[in-house]
C-alpha cells in the first residue's frame, strides 16, 4: 500500500529566504509520481511541480524545487526566495501506474514580512 | 474563470437525508474524481472515472454513489446522511487517470456540514 508522510507540521520563515519541506514515500511500485500542491487559505487546492521516478534530474518550476532522493524515497520541496503570499499549506502526493492519488498530511507554511 | 466547477459551495444538511454534489470540468479531460478532507484525516481519495467508467472505488460504504451523465460531469450522491460526513469534497480531474503524469487539477470544494 502507498503511505506519504510528510513530519513538519510547520514552519515560520521570513520572507524572501528558502524554505525545504520534508516528504517521505513507501510504495511497492517501481515507477510513480511525486507531486506537490498548495492549499491556500481560500481553501483552493493547486497543483505545483511534478517528479517522475525515472527522471533523476530534480524538476524546477520558478521558485519551487525539488530535492528527489530515490534511494531514501524522498522527494523535498524547496521554495527560494519566498513571498508573503507563498504562506498556505502544502501537501506531497503520489501515484503509482493506478489512479489514485495518496496525500500526506500537510506542513503549514507562514512567511512573515 | 474556475475549469472545474463544484455546486454548492457550501451545503447543509440533516442526519438521514440525501444530497447530491455536483461536479463538472471544462478541461477537456477524460479523468475525474472525487476526494474528501475532513479535520480528522488528509486529503482521501473516493473515487476516479475514466471515460466515464468507474476505475477505483476507495470508499467502504455504498451510501456514496458517483453519477456520471456525460463525460464531463461526475457527481457524487450521498444518502443517509450522518455527522461523520461532514468534510469538505473535492473533485478532480486530468487529461488521464493511470500511467500517466498528468498531476489531477482540483474545483473549489463542495463544504457539507451534516446536523
Known amino acids: 500500500a502507498q503511505k506519504v508522510t510528510q513530519t513538519q507540521t510547520s514552519i515560520s520563515v521570513m520572507e524572501k529566504t528558502t524554505v525545504t519541506m520534508d516528504c517521505v514515500y513507501e510504495?511497492?511500485?517501481?515507477?510513480?509520481?511525486l507531486f506537490w500542491y498548495k492549499q491556500t487559505a481560500s481553501g483552493e487546492i493547486v497543483f505545483l511541480i511534478r517528479?517522475?521516478?525515472?527522471?533523476?534530474e530534480n524538476a524546477t518550476v520558478g521558485h519551487y524545487s525539488l530535492n528527489f532522493q530515490k534511494p531514501k524515497s524522498s522527494i523535498g520541496l524547496i521554495i527560494t526566495a519566498t513571498q508573503i503570499e507563498d504562506s498556505a499549506v502544502y501537501f506531497c502526493?503520489?501515484?503509482?501506474?493506478?489512479?489514485?492519488?495518496?496525500f500526506g498530511t500537510g506542513t503549514s507554511l507562514l512567511v512573515d514580512p | 474563470d474556475p475549469k472545474i466547477i463544484q455546486k454548492p459551495k457550501y451545503l447543509v444538511a440533516v442526519t438521514g437525508s440525501e444530497k447530491i454534489l455536483i461536479c463538472e470540468q471544462y478541461?477537456?479531460?477524460?479523468?475525474m474524481y472525487w476526494y474528501r478532507q475532513s479535520a480528522k484525516k488528509p486529503l482521501e481519495f473516493m473515487f476516479s472515472?475514466?471515460?466515464?467508467?468507474?476505475?477505483d472505488n476507495q470508499t467502504a460504504s455504498s451510501r456514496f454513489q458517483p453519477q456520471s451523465s456525460k463525460k464531463n460531469h461526475l457527481d457524487l450522491q450521498i444518502t443517509a446522511l450522518k455527522p461523520d460526513d461532514s468534510a469538505t469534497y473535492f473533485c478532480?480531474?486530468?487529461?488521464?487517470?493511470?500511467?500517466?503524469?498528468?498531476?489531477?487539477?482540483f474545483g473549489e470544494g463542495t463544504r457539507l456540514s451534516v446536523l
Open positions: 478541461l477537456g479531460h477524460n479523468a
Open positions: 502526493a503520489m501515484r503509482d501506474m493506478g489512479y489514485k492519488l495518496t
Open positions: 472515472y475514466s471515460y466515464q467508467k468507474l476505475m
Open positions: 510504495t511497492q511500485d517501481s515507477s510513480y509520481f
Open positions: 517528479q517522475d521516478s525515472y527522471k533523476k
Open positions: 478532480a480531474s486530468s487529461q488521464d487517470g493511470t500511467g500517466n503524469n498528468q498531476a489531477p487539477l
